[in-house]
């Protein structure tokens, strides 16, 4: 037995499966029904390419201002153990 909720009625109906024991695949779409995202993009618009440091200062006021207290220590650990170039001075000896 399945039970099949009509969300326009607000009823449960019970449906009795195929008999013999056969396996139904239930999908959560309809068949010929697109289900992609279709987003209307306007002609001038221009994706920002930022540079690798302008992406982590954004991702850094995010985390900031919505992250959680785990999450921000994630993020200071992580940008304390990058080597940056500046830092490294004379490396060739």
């Not at 008999?19 to 999908?27: L, P, S």
């Not at 200062?57 to 170039?85: C, H, I, M, P, Y």
């Amino acid at each position: 037995v399945l039970g099949v909720y009509h969300p326009s009625t607000g009823q449960l109906q019970l449906v009795q499966l195929a008999a013999g024991g056969e396996i139904i695949r239930m999908e959560p779409r309809l068949p010929g029904l697109q289900y992609e995202c279709q987003l209307h993009v306007p002609d001038d618009f221009q994706e920002e390419d930022g540079t690798r440091e302008q992406r982590m200062a954004d991702n850094k006021k995010l985390v900031d201002s919505f992250g959680s207290t785990r999450r921000r220590r994630q993020l200071t650990a992580r940008e304390e153990g990058v080597v940056r170039v500046e830092k490294l001075g004379d490396a060739g000896g």
